[in-house]
C-alpha cells in the first residue's frame, strides 16, 4: 500500500485553511515524525492520511491508487476504550477485520503479553491507569497486523515511565516491519523515534530532512526557532 | 388528612389481604406496561443510535419532533390507536381492541419517542468520544451504533425507566383502547380512575399508593444496577 | 454473544404476550357496550356470573356514555348493546345498526341536592316543579353534559319545565363532561343539586352533605333496552353468543337475577321484559 503520496492537499474549515497545498510521499521502513508547534496542523494532517478526514483540495493515494487504503491502524493522544474487558477491547478491532474467533483469542494474548498487559487481561480496560490504557492502545492496533501505525502524540499524556514503555513498544512494532508515522511536539521524543522529520509550520510542510540533518542544519528559520525553543505554539 | 390516613390504612388491608382481584390487576399492570416498554426500546434505541450516528438532510427536524413526540398526550394516543384498531378502522380485523394487545400497542406508542429522543442525546454525546477511534478500526455506521449501545447500556437504564414511569402511570390511552373491562383490561391506574368516579376516594389513593410502591421499588433496583455496574466497568 | 441471547428473551416475551391475546380471542366471548352507571351501580358484577356459568360465554362490558355505546356498536366494536335511552336506541335501530330491541328493566332517576336545601324542594315528588325552582332560584346544578342517557333524561325534564339551563350556564349550570360518579364528586364538593340514577347514588360514597331531595315522580323512570348489533351491518358480530345474551335477559331466570340485585336490602332495578 506504500508510498503514500500527498498531491496539493488542502484542508479548510468555512475559509480557514488549516492544511495548505501540502505535497509529500512517504515511503516503507524510516520512521516518519511529523514535528511541529501545536496550531501547525500535524493532527489535521495525520487524519487526512488515515482517512478519518477527506481534503477540500487535491488528492491523498496509496500505491497510485486513491482506493488501495491497505490495513492501517491509528493511535490517538486519549486512548477511547470501549466499556468492556482489555483482552476484549482488542478482539473488537480484530472481529471488525474479520478476524475468527478462535484466532482472536489467540492473537489478543500475544499482543497482551508483549506490551506486558496479560495480568489484567479480563479487568475492565477503563479502569487501568492512563499508561496501561495507551499501551493497551498500542496492542489493540498492533494485533491488527497493520503495515502502516498512524500515532498521534502517543505519550502527550503520560509520565516519563509510561512514556519510556511506549516508546520502546514502538520500537518493537517498528522492528517487525510496520511503517510508523508520528506527531510530536517533542523534540526529544523525535530524535529518539524519528528516522526522517517532516517539519509543519502554519499548515505547510516548512522542511523535510534525515533526523541528523533536522536537528544539526535546519534549513528553515522556522525550523531553526522551534529546536531553539523559541516557538512552542503558534 | 383523614381520607390519607383511610387510604394508607386500605391499602395495607389490600396488601396484606393478597386480595385476588387486586394481584390480578397489578400482573396485568405490569405485563402490559413491560412489554410495552421492551418493544419500544426495541424500535426506540436502534433509532436513537441512528440518529446519533449517521448525518443526513433532514436530520436536525427529525430530533426536533421526537422532542415534541416525547410530549404527546397520552388520551391522544389512545383515541388514534382505537381509530386505528376499531372494527371501522384500516386495522379492525385483528381484533385488537379491548385487549391487552391494544393496550400494549398504545403504551408502546407513548414510549418509543421517549425512548428514542433520549437515546439519541446520549449516544450523540458518546459519539463524539468514540467516533474517530471506531471509525479508524473500521467500524461501519450499524456496527458503531450497535457498539455505542452497549457501551452506555447502563445510561439506557435511565432511559428505559423513564418510559416505564410514563407506561406504568398513565390512564388515558389504555382507558380508550383497553375499555377498563373488569377482569380482561382492568390495570391499576384504570381502577383508580374508577374508584374515584365511584366515590371511594381511599381505595383509589390506597391503589394509587401501591402504584407509587411499585414504581419506587423498580426505580431503586435499577439504582443498585447502575451503582454496581459503575464500581465495577468503570 | 450475549447480544442474540437478549434479543431471543425478548422474542419469546413477546410470542407470549401474541399469545396471550390470541388465546382470548378463541375464548367464547361477547363485547357488550353498556354504560358507566350502569357499571358502578354494581349490577354487572351479580348478573354476569350467573349467564357465564350457565353459558360459558364471557361477557366483555365496556362501560361509557350512552352516546358512546352506542356509537361503538355503530363502529362494530360491540356485538350487543345495553344502554338506557330509548329515543337514541330507537334511532339506533332505524339506522339499522340494531337487529330488534327489547325492554330489559327500569330504575329510576333520583334528584340529590344539599343538606341547606336553597330551592327549598327537599321532600318533593314533583320533579318539574322542583326544576323551576332551582332555576328560578339560580341554585347550584351540577350537570353530566356528556350525551349520556341520564344527560338526555336530564335535558327532557328541563324542557319540561320549560326552561333552557344552557341560560346559566357558567354561573349556576355546571356542565361536567363526564360520568355519573365525577359528577356527584362535583356537586358534592360545590355543594350542588344533581339528577342520578339510584344504583349510582346507592353505591356512591363520597356523598359529603348530599342528600335524595326528590324522588318517585313517574317522570323520573329510566328504562334500559338491549339490542343485538346488527350483522348484516358488521359481519364480524358474534351473533349467535350476543342472541344467546339478549335472550337470557330477557327470559325469566335473566330477569330474576335482575330483580334479585339490592344494595343494603333496597333493590335497584325493576325487571319489565314483555312476554311475547
Known sequence: MLPLVLDKVAYAIRDHAIIDDVSFEITAGPRTVILGPNGAGKSVLMR???????????????????????????????????????????????ALAGVSPRERRLRAQDVLEAVGLAHVADKPARVLSGGEQQRLALAR?????????????????????????????IGQIHAGGTKIIMTTHNLGQAR??????????????????????????????EAAAFIKGEMPWQ | MNDITAAWATALQLIAAFDPQLTDIVALSMEVSVTAVVLAALIGLPLGAALAVVRFPGRKIVVVALNALMGLPPVVVGLLVYLLLS????????????????MVVAQTVLCAPIMAALSRQVLEDAWREYEEQLRSLGAGAARAALTLLWDVRFSLVTIVLAGFGRAAAEVGAVMIV?????????????????????????????????????VLGVNALAQLVRDAASRRYG | MAITGRIGAVLAMLAVSLGIATVQAAERYITVASTTSTEQSGLFKHLLPAFESKTGIQVRVVAVGTGQALDMARRGDADVVFVHDQQ????????????KRFDVMYNDFVLVGPKSDPAKIAGGKDIVAALKNIAAGKSPFASRGDKSGTHAAELRLWKMAGIDPAAGKGSWYRETGSG??????????????ALTDRGTWLSFKNRGELGIVVEGDQRLFNQYGVMLVNPAKHPHVKKELGQQFVDWLISPEGQKTIADYKINGEQLFFANAKRS
Request: with cysteine; net charge neutral; proline share 6%.
Open chain 1, 192 to 221: 529518539r523515534l524519528g528516522d526522517e522529520i517532516l517539519f509543519m509550520h502554519g499548515g505547510r510542510l516548512a522542511e523535510r530532512a534525515p533526523v541528523a540533518t533536522f536537528f544539526a542544519q535546519p534549513a528553515s528559520h
Open chain 1, 48 to 94: 487526512l492520511c488515515h482517512g478519518l478526514l477527506q481534503p477540500t483540495a487535491g488528492a491523498i493515494r496509496w500505491m497510485g491508487s486513491r482506493n488501495g487504503r491497505g490495513r492501517q491502524a491509528m493511535v490517538f493522544q486519549r486512548p477511547v476504550m470501549l466499556r468492556r474487558s482489555a483482552r476484549g477491547n482488542i478482539t473488537y478491532g480484530l
Open chain 1, 141 to 169: 492496533a498492533w494485533a491488527l497486523g497493520p503495515e502502516v501505525l498512524f500515532l498521534d502524540e502517543p505519550t502527550a499524556n503520560l509520565d516519563p515511565g509510561a512514556t519510556r514503555e511506549v516508546e520502546s513498544l
Open chain 2, 87 to 102: 372494527r371501522a378502522g384500516p386495522l379492525g380485523e385483528l381484533g385488537l381492541l379491548f385487549t391487552p394487545g391494544a
Open chain 2, 178 to 214: 383497553g375499555g377498563n373491562i373488569d377482569g380482561v383490561t382492568r390495570v391499576m391506574t384504570t381502577t383508580i380512575a374508577l374508584e374515584t368516579s365511584k366515590g371511594d376516594l381511599p381505595l383509589a389513593l390506597g391503589l394509587g399508593m401501591i402504584l407509587l410502591g411499585i
Open chain 3, 180 to 193: 355519573m360518579g365525577p359528577t356527584l364528586n362535583t356537586a358534592s364538593a360545590m355543594n350542588a343539586y
Open chain 3, 88 to 99: 337514541a336506541e330507537e334511532k339506533f335501530l332505524g339506522e339499522g345498526y340494531g337487529v
